[in-house]
C-alpha cells in the first residue's frame, strides 16, 4: 500500500489506521463489479482456450485442452487487470511509485516462463510437462493478481485452473479423439522396404501415418523406421500390432507405445 493511501482520510482517523475501512476498500461495491467482469472474460477465455486446445488433442498434439485453456485464460488475467488501474490496491494505486507495476509483471511472467520451460522433457514422440509448465505459469498469474489486490479474480482463476487439471482429463478421455502410436520398426539387413505399402498396410489396421513424422536410419547395415500413427475408430490395440509385427517377415524388432506428438 502507498503512503498517500495511508493519508487518505478513508482510512485514517484522527492518525490511526482504520482498519475496516481499509478492507472495505478492497471489497467495496466498484471492486466486486470489476472482479466479477474479470470473471466472466476468464470464463470466455478458458472457452476459447478449450476450443483451440480439443484441436489439437484430437489430432494426438503434446499440447492439449488443459495446456491451452491454461495459457489462454491466464493470458487474459494478465491483460484485463492491466485495463483497470484505478482498482489495483483497493482502489489506492493512483499515486504511481516510482517503480512500474507493469514491468515488474513482465520481469515475473517472463522468469516463469523459463521455468515452465524446465519442466518440459521430450522423449522420442513423446513429450511430456507441458500440462506442468503451463500451470507453474497461471500459478505466477494467480499471485501477480492477488498482489495488485484482484482476489475474488484471483480465486476465480485459482478454481478454474485446478478444476481443468483435476477433470478435464476426464472430460477429454470420453470424447472422439486421435490416439498417437510411436513406431519403430528395424528391419532384417537387405530389405529395402516400401513407403507406399506400408501406408496401405497402416491403413488396413485402422491407422494413418501422420504427416512429416517418417524418420528413415540405417544400424549395422538394416534400415531403422520411425513414424507416428494416428488411429482411426476401428484402430487395432497396441497388442494386435505386436503379434502381428512379429510374425512379418523382414522385420528384424521393433517398438510400439503410446505418444503424445
Known amino acids: 500500500m502507498s503512503l498517500a493511501s495511508l493519508r487518505n482520510p478513508a482510512v485514517l482517523h484522527d492518525g490511526v489506521l482504520r482498519f475496516p475501512e481499509l478492507v472495505g476498500a478492497y471489497w467495496s461495491q466498484a471492486e466486486l463489479s470489476a472482479n466479477a467482469l ?3 472474460n476468464l ?3 478458458l472457452l476459447l482456450g478449450l476450443m483451440v486446445g480439443y484441436e489439437r488433442s484430437y489430432h494426438g498434439r503434446a499440447a492439449g485442452m488443459r495446456t ?3 495459457v489462454c485464460m491466464a493470458s487474459c488475467a494478465l491483460t484485463i487487470i492491466s485495463g483497470y488501474p484505478g482498482y489495483w490496491y483497493g482502489g489506492h494505486g493512483t499515486a504511481v511509485a516510482l517503480i512500474d507495476p507493469t514491468r515488474v509483471i513482465q520481469g515475473v511472467v517472463t522468469g516463469v516462463g ?4 524446465g519442466v518440459i522433457t521430450r522423449s522420442g514422440f513423446t513429450i511430456s510437462g507441458l500440462t506442468t509448465a503451463a500451470s507453474i505459469w497461471a500459478s505466477s498469474v494467480i499471485g ?3 498482489g495488485v489486490g484482484f482476489y475474488m479474480a484471483a480465486m476465480g482463476l485459482a478454481f478454474f485452473a485446478t478444476m481443468t487439471m483435476i477433470y478435464l482429463n476426464r472430460a477429454v478421455s ?3 479423439s486421435h490416439h498417437a502410436v510411436a513406431v519403430t520398426l528395424r528391419f532384417k539387413v537387405g530389405v529395402r522396404p516400401n513407403e507406399d505399402q506400408l ?3 497402416a491403413r488396413e489396421r485402422g491407422y494413418e501415418i501422420a504427416a512429416a513424422s517418417l524418420t528413415i536410419g540405417s544400424s549395422a547395415k538394416s534400415q531403422v523406421w520411425q513414424f507416428v500413427a494416428l488411429a482411426g475408430a476401428g484402430g487395432a490395440p497396441l497388442s494386435a500390432l505386436a503379434t502381428e509385427l512379429s510374425d512379418i517377415d523382414g522385420v528384424d524388432g521393433f517398438e510400439l507405445s503410446h505418444a503424445r506428438n
Open 174 to 176: 470420453k470424447l472422439p
Open 144 to 146: 501477480i493478481m492477488v
Open 68 to 70: 491451452y485453456g491454461l
Open 43 to 45: 470464463v470466455g477465455a
Open 38 to 40: 474479470i470473471l466472466l
Open 114 to 117: 523459463f521455468l515452465g520451460a
Open 199 to 201: 501406408r496401405k498396410a
